[in-house]
Nanobody, 121 residues
Framework: QVQLVESGGGLVQPGGSLRLSCTAS????????MAWYRQAPGNDRELVAS???????TYSDSVKGRFTISTDNAKNTVYLQMNSLKPEDTAVYYC???????????????WGQGTQVTISS
């Protein structure tokens, strides 16, 4: 089994910062990509940022220049540093990972349970 567990969400005032963490655990042979998505009430889940095992990163236009994604490959952990937060960043943030559990298995996507981020004064 593979589990992704997020942490670091909470309530922050506009302009503040938060750092989210997500650790993948279990039987993992190789990780290709780790990413953060978010879903606000009434909206579809959207990509926030992603990072490949080679270090290539992608950001949504709405968070460029404010959010930074990074990984600690030794710990199978992905981080999302969020600065200059806005009320419209309020959402449940989910991490996912495309990984292989064993050398002969195919790539599969796993999701975390989500962590709430609320930006409000």
């Amino acid at each position: 089994q593979v589990q992704l567990v997020e942490s670091g969400g909470g309530l922050v005032q506009p302009g503040g910062s938060l750092r989210l963490s997500c650790t993948a655990s279990g039987t993992i042979f190789s990780i290709n990509t780790m990413a953060w998505y978010r879903q606000a009430p009434g909206n579809d889940r959207e990509l926030v940022a992603s990072i490949t095992s080679g270090g290539s990163v992608t950001y949504s236009d709405s968070v460029k220049g404010r959010f930074t994604i990074s990984t600690d490959n030794a710990k199978n952990t992905v981080y999302l540093q969020m600065n200059s937060l806005k009320p419209e960043d309020t959402a449940v943030y989910y991490c996912n990972s495309d990984l292989r559990r064993l050398s002969w298995t195919t790539w599969q996507r796993y999701w975390g349970q989500g962590t709430q981020v609320t930006i409000s004064s």
